[in-house]
């Protein structure tokens, strides 16, 4: 199976590009992460295989619509 016809499937089956999918199960996992540790950000990124944070932060607030630090402390909040 080629990457294009597995693209093409993938878009055809969920509507998403398999691009999109993959970066919503990182965001999904980063969350847990957030959510269940007190790791630094940059750590956290670097355990989802982000060479740089930077990269990282900016994938999650262009998928949550918010950083990863405020991510934090809307969880601080709801879980205190």
Not at 31 to 54: C, E, H, N, R
Request: glycine share 6%; aromatic share 12%.
């Amino acid at each position: 199976m080629t990457p294009g016809y597995f693209g093409d499937l993938v878009k055809k089956e969920t509507g998403k590009t398999a691009q999109e999918l993959i970066s919503l199960r990182i965001i999904e996992f980063a969350k847990q992460q957030l959510t269940a540790t007190d790791d630094d950000i940059s750590i956290v990124a670097y355990d989802l295989g982000f060479q740089y944070p930077q990269h990282f932060s900016r994938m999650f607030k262009r998928v949550t619509g918010i950083s990863p630090t405020q991510f934090r402390k809307q969880i601080s909040i709801v879980y205190n």
